[in-house]
């Protein structure tokens, strides 16, 4: 399975993007879709993971509230909708696939990888 990420960019605090993941196709060993971030010098950071059918959604608390997770009918392609956006939130956003969300926070739990796409807020 390939990802692709798309979407991001430069934006002022408060403002919004949305990050789009295309997946090449989709398998149903690859039940979970996920987001995460990692800026220089720091770990990969789970934000957000979402079960392909549309089941549950789980969030990092530092964007619950502002950052929503979907991913479409073919299954094949997952968003990340990001509001008030914050300087903090600046890093390289990677989309990532795999087979269950039970322990998403870690990024040793998906097999899948986009390259990245940088989200830079100021």
């Known amino acids: 399975v390939q990802l692709v990420e798309s979407g991001g960019g430069s934006v002022q605090t408060g403002g919004s993007l949305r990050l789009t993941c295309t997946a090449s196709r989709y398998t149903y060993d690859d039940n979970c879709m996920a987001w995460f971030r990692q800026t220089p010098g720091k770990k990969r950071e789970g934000v957000a993971s979402i079960y392909s059918g549309g089941g549950g959604q789980y969030y990092a608390d530092s964007v619950k509230g502002r950052f929503t997770i979907s991913v479409d009918n073919a299954k094949t392609t997952a968003y990340l909708q990001m509001t008030s956006l914050k300087p903090e939130d600046s890093a390289m956003y990677f989309c990532?696939?795999?087979?269950?969300?039970?322990?998403?926070?870690?990024?040793?739990?998906?097999?899948?990888w986009g390259q990245g796409t940088q989200v830079t807020v100021s």
């Open positions: 990532a696939a795999g087979q269950t969300c039970g322990n998403w926070w870690k990024a040793s739990e998906f097999g899948y």
